[in-house]
């Protein structure tokens, strides 16, 4: 006798949307909600299909991938973009995550790591400066 294991919905939105580089807080505001409700349906097992329907939207993927999201599609998705093997998988897989570039991705973190390196040396040398200042008098 084999078990059936129903998907756990909240665990996929958290998934998809730690995916998409969006805090927990950024979809609650999206979702006009509280951090702490967005926390409560990301514990969720499952949700009504309005409800799943407003974070599909907020998430930019279909509420059928929040659903049918599984690590193993993910890494087969991974594997056939990297190897340009679009015929192998399913629609489902290739639709759901046509927007998503991981490089696009680690693309953005260094620049905005980047932009905020710049920052702190800026400020360390107005720092400086005005120590600087301050000794000659």
């Known amino acids: 006798m084999e078990t059936i294991q129903k998907k ?3 665990r996929n939105i ?8 969006m805090k927990q807080e950024t979809l ?3 979702l ?3 951090q702490q409700k967005m926390s409560v349906i990301e514990n969720t097992a499952d ?3 309005v409800k799943l329907n407003e974070v599909a939207k907020a998430l930019e993927v279909p509420s059928q991938a929040i659903k049918e999201y599984s690590d193993e599609r993910m890494i087969n998705y991974v594997n056939n973009f990297y ?4 015929s192998q998988g399913n629609s489902f897989n290739q639709g759901m995550y046509a927007t998503f570039n991981p490089l696009d991705k680690l693309v ?3 620049d905005e790591n980047k932009k905020l390196y710049e920052r702190l040396l800026a400020a360390e040398k107005e720092k400086l400066a005005y120590l600087e200042q301050l000794i000659k008098k």
């Open 47 to 49: 949700l009504d299909d």
């Open 8 to 10: 756990h919905l909240g």
């Open 32 to 34: 006009g909600i509280s």
């Open 14 to 21: 958290s998934r998809i949307r730690e995916m998409k580089g």
């Open 28 to 30: 609650a505001e999206l």
């Open 108 to 110: 953005e973190a260094y």
């Open 83 to 86: 190897d340009n093997s679009s």
